[in-house]
């Protein structure tokens, strides 16, 4: 009984950011409120307060679910024996943007944060997520620099923070960029040139 109890709190709780996912995208997370939420869930206001503190919450849950398929990719960018670094960040560049082509929730997501959210009011504990999220992959794409540069594959001239700066800039604004109108350009192939051109002009 008990499972079954926990396992109709965690459906209830994916219905509720399946629905929140798609209010957000239509009418903009300020433009949507709980009740909206609740309303198209099936559920009280109650249920919803249950699983999630606020708006904040629910779209930091969202971004976990959005992040899971990541995960391996990132792990990449950990390794201290990898053969080609530079290839690691390129790998999970790619990763990034396949993801946003065919993971609809992911896209949603992406959208979200990208395009229909102010980092106000009850939302800015989401830009201080934003900030951890962006500190922790700085932190990891240097260290592939470093590692490259080590190894005499990357030119010995770099600055290793401008450069994963500079790498996750051009990932945001690719993925906004295509997000905004998705018939513009071939994220995956296009994209994809982008970044090896991006990543060769890095080598030695």
Known sequence: M???TKEEAMETRASILDAAELLFVQQGVSGTTLQHIASAAGVTRGAIYWHFHDKAAMFNAMMERARMPLESALQVLDRT???DPLHDLCNYMQ????????DLKARRVFEIALLKMELVGE???VRERRKQNRAIWMKRAESRIRLAVRHGQA????????VAL???AMLEGLVRTWLIDPDSFDLIKLGGQIVDTHIDALRA
């Open 123 to 125: 939302l800015d504990s």
């Open 81 to 83: 024996d990898a053969a």
């Open 2 to 4: 008990a499972r079954r």
């Open 166 to 168: 500079g790498i996750w």
């Open 155 to 162: 030119r010995p001239d770099l600055a290793p923070r401008a």
């Open 95 to 102: 990763c990034v943007l396949r993801l946003t082509v065919d």
